[in-house]
Each structure stands twice: as structure tokens, then as C-alpha cells.
């Protein structure tokens, strides 16, 4: 009978044994997927973050060619070589037409 008493407590053991080893090993497994886990949040936050900031470069170079074209850009603002508004167009010569005011020299 003391043989059937060992078989049970060597069954226990072996169990115990098993159930450390598998213990250790998804602890091990855990380890490696939080690590890789980490690794691909901290990549796809820099991505973001770069992409980020190429949208908003195109966005701001959208609007500075809008304002270009529409002769409504800042010289102070400008970052890029496009020729400023000098204000000597003949729209701004600041000479009056005398026919939009009257003053007609043939007049009266």
C-alpha cells in the first residue's frame, strides 16, 4: 500500500512542476508580447506625429498659395521667394482720374 500513497504524491509533484514550467513560460511569453507591444505603440506615435506635421506643412503651403495668388500674402510672413506686393502696380499710383471726379478740364 505505501506504493499507492507515493503514486499520488509523485502525480502532485509532477503537476506542480508542470504547472511552474508553464507559469514561467507565459510569463516569459508576456514579457516579449509587452515589449513588442511597447515598441509598435512608440513607432506608430512617432508615424503619427510625423505625419502630422507633413499635413500641416501642405496645409500651410496650400494657404500661403491661395494667399499668393490672390495677392493677399504678408511679405513679413513669407518664408519663400515669392516677389512681394511692392504696391506700384497702376491701380496704386496714387494720381486721381479726373473723369471719376468731375473735374473735367473742358468743363464749364
Given amino acids: 500500500m505505501a506504493s499507492q500513497q507515493q503514486q499520488p504524491q ?6 506542480q512542476d508542470a504547472a511552474g514550467q508553464t507559469q ?5 511569453v508576456m514579457s ?3 515589449s513588442a507591444a511597447s515598441g509598435t505603440a512608440q513607432q506608430a506615435s512617432q508615424f503619427l506625429q510625423q505625419t502630422g506635421e507633413q499635413m500641416k506643412n501642405m496645409a500651410q503651403g496650400a494657404a500661403d498659395a491661395v ?3 490672390l495677392g493677399m500674402n504678408n511679405p513679413s510672413n513669407n ?4 516677389p512681394a506686393n511692392t ?7 496714387g494720381s486721381v482720374n479726373p473723369a471719376a471726379t468731375g473735374n473735367h478740364p473742358h468743363s464749364g
Fill in 10 to 15: 509523485e502525480l502532485r509533484s509532477q503537476a
Fill in 24 to 28: 514561467e513560460k507565459t510569463q516569459g
Fill in 32 to 34: 516579449q508580447v509587452s
Fill in 67 to 69: 494667399k499668393n495668388t
Fill in 79 to 82: 518664408n519663400n521667394n515669392a
Fill in 87 to 93: 504696391g506700384n502696380s497702376p491701380a496704386n499710383t
